[in-house]
């Protein structure tokens, strides 16, 4: 594949999260519907030697490191390369963004490695970036059938949420799974109306551990949005809105209420990216 490549890392969104056992090395079993969005970070490939320039909004809060995942991504696919990373979502906070940046990695190299979980949970389905149920660890992947367009809007506190602390605070961990089929969703209030009945079995753990996400779901209630929920294991919370005039208004309200805060509107990103 030629070189310069620019490759979008569209954020992932856990729609719904359900943690429905454990296994003996301490991973969890999971069972999720997953989506992602136009918001995201951009992944740029030039031919090498290997290295990483860091640039966005977010850039101060990774280190150009060797255990950047965008680095052990070109590794995995055996490539010397000079990457730039436009890192414009919060680090480690529930939507994906160094597994979306090492899938980008993959794909702008043309890679396909026999393990990407090795990078992490969430790389297989970053991967893919399109709609999925995902279960296993996160490597068994089902497309979702068509959904409707949705209007969302994301808000993080600012403050990162470690993923294994979250998990280990968990006090149950054999919740019950999502229905084995899933039914179509025609139109948003269907969609709305399923995932009304589904969770994330990682936000009363997260909240113990970060009482501002609670703070972020109230705000999302009170501007008007449905179903507010956290994604991934937090701290970045999401509602839905009606249209795309609807949730930009709420993402300027919350803004402006709440400056230190991430909010953002998003839609979803189109099917193949
Ligand atoms: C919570 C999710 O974001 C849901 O999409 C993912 O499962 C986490 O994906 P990720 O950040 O790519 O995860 P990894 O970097 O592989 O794992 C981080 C940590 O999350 C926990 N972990 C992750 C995935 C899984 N199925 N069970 C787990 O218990 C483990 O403590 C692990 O050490
Ligand atoms: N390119 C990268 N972008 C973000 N974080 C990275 C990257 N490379 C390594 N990391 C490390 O990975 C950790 C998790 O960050 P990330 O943003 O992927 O978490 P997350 O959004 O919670 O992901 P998930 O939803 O998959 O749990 C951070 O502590 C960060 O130091």
């Known amino acids: 594949m030629g070189l310069p490549r620019r490759e979008p890392a569209p954020a992932k969104l856990n729609l719904a999260l359900h943690v429905t056992g454990r296994r003996d090395d301490g991973y969890h079993l999971l069972d999720s519907l997953v989506v ?29 490191d060797p255990d950047n995942l965008c680095l052990r991504a070109a590794r995995l696919a055996g490539r010397d390369v000079a990457i730039t990373l436009e890192k414009n979502l919060p680090v480690a906070s529930g939507i994906g963004g160094g597994s979306a940046d090492a899938a980008a990695v ?10 990407p979980q090795d990078l992490g949970a969430d790389v297989p389905v970053c991967l893919a970036s399109r709609p999925m149920r995902m279960q296993g660890l996160g490597e068994l992947l089902t497309p979702l059938p068509p959904l409707p367009p949705l209007h969302l809007v ?8 470690s ?36 969770r994330n079995d990682l936000q009363p753990p997260a909240i113990a551990l970060l009482p501002q996400i609670a703070d972020c779901l109230a705000a999302l209630e009170a501007a008007g949005a449905a179903l507010p929920r956290m994604s991934g294991s ?26 230190g805060w991430w909010v953002t509107a998003s839609g979803l990103a189109p099917a193949s990216v």
């Open 154 to 161: 994301l808000v993080n506190p600012r403050l990162a949420l």
């Open 106 to 115: 993959l794909r702008a190299l043309g890679a396909q490695p026999r393990r």
């Open 163 to 198: 993923t294994p602390a979250v998990f280990k605070a968990m006090t149950r961990r054999d919740n019950a799974p999502m229905p084995d089929l899933l039914p179509d969703f025609p139109d948003a209030p269907a969609l709305i109306g399923f995932l009304a009945e589904c």
């Open 234 to 259: 937090g701290a970045t919370c999401f509602g839905l809105f009606a249209d795309a005039p609807a949730a930009q208004a709420a993402a300027d309200a919350i803004a402006a209420e709440n400056p």
């Open 36 to 64: 992602f969005l136009t918001v995201g970070d951009v992944v740029t490939v030039a031919p090498g030697p290997l290295s990483l320039t860091l640039t966005g909004p977010f850039a101060a809060g990774l280190a150009a």
